[in-house]
């Protein structure tokens, strides 16, 4: 895990001096509080400590996971990955194709994705769940889901 | 301790269909959610939060805690039946279960772990009823040292426990902590780091991001491995634990409860470490002691009742300090706050009929959860059934239509979904998720007490130095740190 380890430290390092250079523009130390700045300083300080002791541990092979394998292209993380996509579109289209649409077009693909292939209880489940969690969000909790398309109906 | 409260509590609960109807519904979902290997009893908290932004506090806590106090019996059924602990909290479970049923016994096993996880459940709600009035008494002396101290602690013993390497538990804490900076200033007001955006002006909501955290990550993880549902045969021949039985174990399931208490009211230390810790106090008491681990099922009533007792155990810090004792705590902080409920010593002065209300539920829905696991461990059984395929989408549309239902806003969904992915990155480079979400709620109460303080002693760090009580924590944290340090290092030698 040596080159995660590193690119970890080093994302942590750009966010504290990212901070860093935020705070130095806040305001000035008001009567006898420390500032607005103070504490995020600290942080960001400790922040860069800590990540520069993860590079040293990890270039040096002292890492507790020097021997983990991450292997971010398996089958696998792809799968995850074209599961976030699915995740995504299903949030951008929420509001117009409407909650009950989106959510069973959302659950199908996501079945198909995770190797249903029997089309009929996929139709079915989707449908189903669709409905069941607009009703049970719409009508028993009083959430109000985006009707989209189908906003004559619902 | 006010009995009259209690009881007014009690008859509440009790003579409220509606609260009972919903205790048995958090209960159920939390058996379900247990059960499934994979699914943990934060992820069940975190998915059941939504469903009660619209209800009153009456209603809302008793759901949360029938699934607190549910999640973690769940586990045993995968762990007795598949060889596969539902829950962290239920690994020391498989040692007798699993052999149990191999003889045909898994109803037996089944059976005794319904009875020890409400025996042990009650244990720890009886100790935690007692003690946390007592320490929010002498709690609520307490100053802006004093908690930037308890802040401290708290943060430093979730960091500790969390994974394999400390540097990243406590990088994962400071990301928390800067995380938590975000919005408002707490003093004067001033927007930090929110990029103009009015919808960080409070900072991240924390439902949200629990909820990606420890859910949505979850269901990344699923959608990686496509584990199919497993089949289980196993006919329930009793619905009730033998009289024998009962006998047998008492002893083990009372002194576990104690046990599970005990632990789960040092910050960190969970279900996990409790049932290990009764399960081998139980063998090394029992006349059995050489059956251990054959399949008796003594071995599976210590380990049970210890894990749930954990539960009221963990309560106590963070109903009296504002602490929380484990991630699942940290969670249901979380579901206290979305209610206008700020855990800590002034809830028992300003909240007191919540707190009672937090009692009550709890001896409630561990006895509802007695009868909800014996009548109904068939269906529960057949739950393991469902595939993964089902499963995961269903989580995820929960998670982001409880996103969206906080605010009505997509800026939470979003949120939702940004730290889902934070989440399943973390889990994949071994970073430990818990110190997030646990700065994310001891940050602002570190920062404000921290500049309070310096503010009242004009810029002076002595406060810090001269109160015992800071100098007690203190003291404890770099006791921690240290000896956390030394094992590590003797663990090292050990394994070269």
Known sequence: ?154 | MDFGLFLNALGGILTDPIVLLLIFIGVAGGIVVGALPGLTATMGVALMIPFTFGMEVRYALPMLLGIFCSAVFGGSISAILLNTPGTPSAAATVLDGYPMAKKGEAARALNMAVFASTVGGLVGVIFMIFLSPQISKMAINFNSPEFFSIAVLGLTIIILISGDSMIKGFISGTIGMLMSTIGLDPIQGYPRFTFGSTNLYNGFELVPVLIGLFAVSEAFVCCESLVKGEKVNSKMTRLFSSLTDIKLCLKHVIKSGIIGTLIGAIPGAGGDIACFVAYGEAKRSSKNSMEFGTGIVEGVSAPESANNAVGGGAMIPMLTLGVPGDPVTAVLIGALMIHGIQPGPLMYRDHMDVVYVIFASLVVANIVMFFVASLGMPLFIKVISIGREILTPVIFILCIVGGFALRNNFFDVWTVLAFGVIGYLMQKTKMPISPILLSLILGPMAEQNLRRMLIVSNGSYAPLFTSPICLVMFAATIIMIVSSLLKRRKDTLGNT
């Open chain 1, 1 to 154: 895990m040596k080159s995660e380890e590193i690119t970890i430290g080093g994302i942590g390092i750009a966010i504290a001096a990212y901070v860093l250079y935020t705070v130095s523009s806040y305001p000035q130390v008001k009567g006898n509080d420390v500032g607005v700045g103070f504490f995020p300083k600290m942080l960001a300080v400790l922040l860069i400590i800590l990540c520069a002791c993860m590079i040293f541990h990890a270039v040096r092979g002292t890492s507790p996971h020097k021997d983990v394998q991450v292997n971010l292209i398996t089958p696998g993380t792809k799968r995850a990955a074209v599961a976030l996509l699915i995740c995504a579109l299903y949030c951008i289209f929420f509001k117009l194709l409407g909650f009950v649409i989106d959510t069973a077009l959302f659950m199908f693909s996501m079945m198909f994705l995770l190797k249903s292939r029997n089309w009929m209880q996929m139709t079915l489940v989707s449908l189903g769940v669709s409905i069941g969690v607009y009703v049970l969000f719409g009508y028993v909790l009083n959430t109000n889901l985006p009707a989209g398309l189908l906003a004559g109906l619902l």
